[in-house]
T-cell receptor, first 112, second 111 residues
Framework: EPEVTQTPSHQVTQMGQEVILRCVPI?????FYWYRQILGQKVEFLVS????????KSEIFDDQFSVERPDGSNFTLKIRSTKLEDSAMYFC??????????FGPGTRLTVL | GENVEQHPSTLSVQEGDSAVIKCTYS??????FPWYKQELGKGPQLIID?????GEKKDQRIAVTLNKTAKHFSLHITETQPEDSAVYFC??????????FGTGTSLTVIP
């Protein structure tokens, strides 16, 4: 069964450093998403991406964040200058023609 | 924006009993309501969803009901099994893109 994959599973970084989280969506999907989950809190929407551009974004997704689909398979989330409060689990998701979003296993980001 | 509330935050049931998790939403324009199951160390997995044009949907031991007037929807799991133990999240969406999640319910099924 096709699945969304994410790398790395755990990323530790120093405050102020840039990080890139990587995702490989399901191959025939056209809509891509990033969510985050701070420990013990709700899963929160960050951004949706379709046809090589951002279609929706939340207030969390400020100028420090960017997304890219650099090739036909990867979908990345970049945080330019990490803060302590960026520590969270980051989930990538993708969908096809239906509303069903398929989630990856997540990347745990720890900012020290 | 949309606000989704979920109750209870924890739920323990005996194996074989039923479990019910309830969610409310605030935006009457929301029209898609998925339920996700998250096991330890994994991403959320869709277990059932419902669109606003139906009131109930069932898939084997799992059912979801939707009351658009009251703006609430519920997950029902019958004949619970230990492998049903996980965290369950409800969500609401009006575009199919931005999902608003509830706070999650940690379900424990006691053998």
């Amino acid at each position: 069964e096709p699945e969304v994959t994410q790398t790395p599973s755990h990323q530790v970084t120093q405050m102020g450093q840039e990080v890139i989280l990587r995702c490989v969506p399901i191959s025939n999907h056209l809509y891509f998403y990033w969510y985050r989950q701070i420990l013990g809190q709700k899963v929160e929407f960050l951004v949706s991406f379709y046809n090589n551009e951002i279609s929706e974004k939340s207030e969390i997704f400020d100028d420090q964040f960017s997304v890219e689909r650099p090739d036909g398979s990867n979908f990345t989330l970049k945080i330019r200058s990490t803060k302590l409060e960026d520590s969270a689990m980051y989930f990538c998701a993708s969908r096809g023609d239906t509303y069903e979003q398929f989630f990856g296993p997540g990347t745990r980001l720890t900012v020290l | 924006g949309e606000n989704v509330e979920q109750h209870p935050s924890t739920l323990s049931v005996q194996e074989g009993d039923s479990a019910v998790i309830k969610c409310t939403y605030s935006d009457s324009a929301s029209n898609y309501f998925p339920w996700y199951k998250q096991e330890l160390g994994k991403g959320p997995q869709l277990i059932i969803d419902i669109r606003s044009n139906v009131g109930e949907k069932k898939d084997q031991r799992i059912a979801v009901t939707l009351n658009k007037t009251a703006k609430h929807f519920s997950l029902h799991i019958t004949e619970t099994q230990p492998e049903d133990s996980a965290v369950y999240f409800c969500a609401a969406s009006k575009t199919g893109n931005q999902f608003y999640f509830g706070t999650g319910t940690s379900l424990t099924v006691i053998p």
